[in-house]
């Protein structure tokens, strides 16, 4: 499906057979162009999984020319996808920390991607909401 937000993301996912049909139909009786998508038309792809004993969370659509920026915990670590050449997040990825793919959640629910001050988000002892620029 296009999203303002992540471009071309991948479909099949069940979240969006909940929510598709309600956009589906609005654009029917609206026309081609139903207006604007809220961000509860056009949720973050996301994926959550449990592997050999860890917990995954990645979140956002990472673009092949991002730049990574890794936040290293106690007990494990998250990956920052940044567009190159500004603060505006792509995606994150979280193995073993629940606390930044919470935030991940909330980030990714406003209309548009957020921006986060690269150094602030680097540093694993600052929550990842404290990073947010503005």
Do not use: K
Request: charged share 15%; aromatic share 6%.
């Amino acid at each position: 499906r296009p999203s303002p937000r992540h471009g071309w993301t991948e479909g099949g996912h069940w979240d969006a057979a909940l929510r598709g049909p309600q956009l589906a139909v609005r654009t029917l009786l609206l026309g081609a162009d139903p207006g604007p998508l809220s961000p509860a038309d056009d949720p973050v792809p996301y994926v959550f999984s449990t592997q050999l004993g860890h917990e995954l969370g990645l979140l956002g659509v990472p673009g092949p020319q991002d730049v990574l920026v890794l936040r290293s915990g106690e007990s494990g670590w998250t990956t920052l996808w940044f567009r190159p050449g500004t603060a505006t997040l792509t995606a994150v990825l979280g193995v073993d920390m629940p606390r930044d793919v919470a935030a991940a959640r909330h980030l990714f629910a406003g209309s548009t991607l957020p921006q986060l001050d690269r150094t602030r988000a680097a540093d694993a002892s600052v929550p990842l909401r404290s990073a947010v620029i503005g």
